[in-house]
């Protein structure tokens, strides 16, 4: 069991948008899109552009929500772990799911914690619960693409040599593997907590620091993580689908291989662009797309060139990264009140004064927010 503090029930304040953080998202991403035009013929690209069937736009956005109905299957298991599904119902939770979409564009998704804060106002999770939560629905999306990038190569359908992202996948294992077995060794977290403990100006933050890692390791236990990881492999296969829509679009012709081919760039992409740390990977994910299309792809598609795979990159990037930051906006704006008010929302069952959460097999852990 999972107690909650009640330090925070004698109020709940107002949560704030990080507006400078989200404005700074689009402002960095602008000025990469701006270079990149500069950098390629950018008449011949406006015109790969506009011969893209406008007819495959909606079957792409449908695709895409399909691929976000996955995710949320992710999102509502570890609510589950975290004892809280009876206290924010469904509706609530794909609010706050939704309005986390455009939380991607800040830097390096940092603003996600905002997820955290408000499970803390509505249902009492702790932040040292609520950012697990948050964490583990990254971690598992890194799984899963990890996963699904080593099946395509096990069946041979595509070579990383020439794209130089073997090191890369092979890093991102490495630190994945790394923090589930840190997760998952009692001796190793009480080493590193002793180690805390005699650096004075993180002493202070022990306490929380034990509860955030015994809420994390609650979540990414080996059976909470493979409950989540169909539905996130689904939708990283929905990705692929999107982008094999796109290629189909330009005139690509569709087989097994370039699937499987399409499964590697959309596994690849965003680890890339995760490293890169610009804000919902601006530029960097639509150059990486381009260049593995032109390296994968080009070779047995003639139909693929720099101007078309730069087209394909922009497109996907939209229904990849830029339709959900706008899907989340909206949503934030409609639902503001219900997201950042002083007053918690009506269908929320019980408060922070007396909120408890089950979760687990019976360990207790004294957190505080």
């Known amino acids: 069991m999972l107690k909650m503090d009640s330090d925070s029930s004698a109020e709940n304040p107002p949560l704030r948008l990080p507006v400078k953080r989200l404005l700074a998202g689009p402002g960095i991403a602008l000025a990469i899109y701006l270079a990149m035009l500069l950098a390629v013929n950018s008449l011949e690209l406006l015109q790969q552009l506009g011969q893209f069937p406008v007819l495959l736009l909606l079957p792409l956005a449908m695709l895409k929500v399909l691929t976000w109905l996955c995710r949320f299957v992710v ?78 190569l096990a ?61 994390s390791s609650q979540m990414l236990q080996v059976r909470n993580l493979l409950r989540a990881l169909v539905p996130a492999m689904l939708a990283t296969t929905g990705d692929a689908l999107v982008l094999l829509v796109i290629l189909d679009g330009f005139g690509l012709a569709l087989n097994t291989e370039l699937l499987f081919q399409a499964l590697l760039i959309v596994s690849l992409t965003p680890l890339i662009g995760a490293l890169s740390g ?54 934030a704006l409609v639902f503001r009140k219900r997201l950042f008010s002083t007053e918690l929302p009506a269908e929320a069952v019980g408060n922070s004064a007396t909120a408890t959460a089950t979760a687990g097999q019976g360990q207790m852990y004294d957190l505080e927010s």
């Open 155 to 215: 069946a041979g359908a595509a070579d990383l040599a020439p794209v130089l992202a073997r090191h890369l996948l092979i890093l991102a294992t490495a630190v994945v593997l790394t923090g589930l077995l840190f997760l998952h060794s009692p001796s190793a977290q009480r080493r590193m907590l002793a180690v805390v403990a005699n650096v004075p100006l993180l002493r202070h933050a022990i306490v929380w620091l034990r509860g955030f890692i015994a809420g």
């Open 278 to 331: 610009l804000p919902n990977g601006a530029g960097i994910t639509e150059l990486s797309v381009a260049t593995m299309l032109l390296t994968l792809v080009a070779p047995s598609q003639s139909a693929v060139t720099p101007s078309s795979a730069a087209a394909v990159a922009l497109i996907e990037g939209f229904f990849h990264k830029w339709l959900r930051v706008l899907v989340g906006l909206l949503v």
């Open 75 to 152: 999102w509502q298991h570890f609510l589950d772990v975290a004892g809280i599904r009876d206290r924010v119902n469904a509706r609530n939770s794909a609010i706050l799911y939704l309005a986390g979409l455009s939380l991607s564009v800040s830097p390096g998704k940092s603003a996600e914690a905002l997820k955290a804060l408000v499970l803390r106002r509505w249902a009492g999770l702790p932040l040292s619960i609520g950012l697990p939560v948050v964490m583990a629905e990254r971690v598992v999306e890194t799984l899963s693409v990890l996963i699904l990038s080593a099946l395509v």
